[in-house]
């Protein structure tokens, strides 16, 4: 398959190539040369870019308004019917990788065997499985109770023999959960270094989800691959991020999703104050530690409250407008860099790399909103 585009995007952070043919052979990128005359495409757009990457999602959550009562409620048929359906609807927007932190009864793991096998269609995935949480803490919904460094290491064991291929812990309250709040810490630094170090042991990756000041230095401390959220960092965090290169995946959609359908009413209170609060150290703080040289990927805890799975693009869009980034370096947050943390491919497009990528009419940096309505998806050499 050659396809022809007017302005190229690699999803480094490289100099868009203009006029240019992309060879695909089987499923991934045979060569990338300037467009040759004479020789008709099977395609053509204005703008290439790879396939987004969400380095945070949820499969089994759609968006409900009170997302805790939704998942707690469902049973674990409903929530397999719901994943299978939100991978399908990420796939069709042009999001052709995801990583999902946290989901119960293995679900997930399941779902990304599927995936791989052919026989449902979603993005290429990892998967968490359960989150590790204190008991009574942030997120039991998505996972599992945690009390000692011993139960801490049992459980990564545990989420190991499930199918899990990262880890997710919980270093502070959250917004979703009733009674949790996000500036406390909740797993200690002694359960967070012993998860850390097992899942390290099998070459997991470690996710914390972290808010509050204390619980992201305590997970930055203990090791952590990536801070979830981190929305509550101070300048010592932001030393703490850069000495030991840790991501930061700031979930920009998250709290504005949630703050922008307060009018309808239909959220829990507990929610939108905690929102609110959140919101407002996250519009300083996460512009501050971009501009301080931390790490930034791309991920927007798609499946929380009014935050689609189809709606990735907006987090991107949110990185360009809140953070200051160009739209090439918001597109390179949600592509090189995501998957650099996920670790399942360079989410970049060359030769010799996986053929993901999308077709668009417009280039992302007149407009950053053509990356909501692809006119075609490819994953893997094929037109999804
Ligand atoms: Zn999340």
């Known amino acids: ?180 709040v996000p500036g406390n810490a909740q797993l200690l630094p002694d359960e967070l270094e012993s998860a850390i170090s097992e899942a390290h042991r099998h070459g997991l990756r470690v996710a914390s989800h972290a808010i509050g000041t204390e619980g992201i230095k305590n997970a930055l401390r203990a090791g952590i691959d990536s801070v979830e959220h981190g929305h509550m960092l101070d300048d010592e965090a932001i030393e703490l991020f850069k000495a030991r290169d840790v991501y930061l995946v700031p979930t920009l959609s998250a709290p504005t999703c949630i703050l922008a359908h307060i009018h309808e009413g239909a959220q829990p209170a507990f929610v939108v104050e905690k929102a609110e609060r959140v919101n407002e150290a996250m519009l300083v703080n996460i512009r501050h530690a971009f501009e301080m040289g931390v790490k930034i990927a791309g991920g927007s805890d798609a499946g929380t409250p009014y935050n689609d799975h189809d709606n990735y693009a907006y987090e991107v869009e949110l990185i360009h407008t809140l953070l200051g980034m160009t739209p090439q370096q918001a597109l390179h947050a949600a592509t090189e860099v995501a998957a650099e943390l996920i670790g399942l491919h360079r989410g970049t497009l060359a030769p010799g790399e996986p053929a993901d990528l999308l077709l668009l009419t417009r280039d992302i940096s007149d407009d950053i909103r053509t990356l909501r309505a692809p006119q075609r998806v490819i994953k893997a050499g094929t037109t999804v």
């Not at 043919?21 to 300037?34: F, Q, T």
């Not at 049973?75 to 990583?99: H, W």
């Open 1 to 180: 398959m050659i396809l022809r585009t007017g302005v190229f995007y690699d999803g480094t952070l490289a100099a868009p190539k203009r006029n240019v043919d992309i060879v695909i052979d089987g499923d991934r990128i045979s060569e990338i040369h300037s467009s040759a005359e004479g020789v008709a495409p099977d395609a053509t757009a204005a703008c290439i870019t790879p396939g987004m990457v969400n380095a945070h999602v949820h499969l089994i959550g759609s968006g409900e308004p009170n997302t805790m009562a939704a998942i707690a409620l469902a049973n674990p048929n409903q929530l397999m019917l719901t994943a299978v359906a939100n991978a399908a609807k990420s796939l069709r927007a042009g999001i052709t990788t995801v990583r999902d932190l946290g989901a119960p009864h293995g679900i997930v793991p399941a779902l990304r065997d599927a995936v791989n096998a052919g026989s449902v269609p979603g993005p290429r995935m990892r998967a968490a499985g359960r989150a590790l949480c204190m008991t009574g803490g942030h997120g039991w919904w998505i996972g599992r109770a945690v009390d000692s460094p011993f139960e801490a290491r049992k459980a990564v064991r545990e989420e190991l023999l499930d199918g899990a291929d990262c880890i997710k812990v919980i270093a502070t309250g959250g917004v979703l959960t009733k009674g949790a």
